[in-house]
């Protein structure tokens, strides 16, 4: 009888299953696998891929899989990185350095919309484009700037509905709705315009021509 059992232990091997795994990329690049679907963050689950994965269970000869005691689960292991391939890892670099570029460009632009609001036209002309800078003085946009009839409206009115299109590295366009209001009193009216970025020195400049048009 000893013989027997013994005998049959030997007809047992291991051999490959079938099994669920979740694939998913974080916003750093790194690829990540689990098991378990609500181990994965909410604002990654729509980019969710699901495959097989290769696990290990005792079979034996005749391909019968021995069966677990109840209440026993194979053991699930955490979620793993995995190196990413040269292309996606090009792709995610260009799609961080363009979210890059669209917080600069907007943090700019609203510092030069702050400055236009308080009437600092003298500080709003640095970050204006070299460009731009050769076709007007100084002087000359803060004189013009200073005679407009029309200033910035205040608080949430000032700008609406703007949208960033990212051309290059080192171009720009915003278009946005700004709110406009007599400096003598009056109501506001609000115009849409699509303003240039341009990045020299380090710094994301604009076109000094489109804002003196603005009201224009």
């Avoid at 509905?161 to 209001?181: R, W």
Wanted: glycine share 6%; charged share 30%; hydrophobic share 30%.
């Amino acid at each position: 009888m000893k013989a027997v059992v013994i005998l049959c232990c030997t007809f047992l091997f291991f051999s490959i299953g079938r099994a669920e795994i979740y694939k998913w990329v974080d916003e750093k690049g790194t690829i990540h696998f689990t098991h378990t679907y609500d181990s994965i963050p909410e604002k990654y689950r729509d980019q969710v891929e699901t495959r097989p994965e290769k696990v290990e269970t005792q079979e034996n000869r005749s391909g019968e899989e021995i069966k677990k005691g109840p209440g026993k689960k194979p053991k699930r292991s955490s979620p793993e990185k995995q190196p990413v391939d040269r292309k996606t890892q090009k792709a995610i670099q260009k799609n961080l350095d363009k979210r890059k570029i669209e917080s600069e460009v907007t943090d700019i632009f609203q510092t030069i919309v702050s400055l236009w609001k308080s009437g600092k036209y003298d500080e709003i002309y640095e970050y204006g484009t070299n460009a731009s800078k050769t076709t007007i003085g100084k002087e000359d946009f803060v004189r013009r700037m200073g005679k407009k009839t029309y200033g910035l409206s205040s608080s949430w009115e000032t700008i609406t509905d703007m949208k960033l299109e990212v051309n290059s590295p080192t171009l720009a366009y915003v278009t946005t709705k700004i709110g406009f209001k007599p400096k003598q009193g009056g109501n506001t009216f609000f115009k849409t315009g699509t303003y240039q970025m341009v990045l020299e020195n380090k710094t994301w400049r604009i076109n000094l021509s489109k804002i003196l048009l603005a009201t224009d």
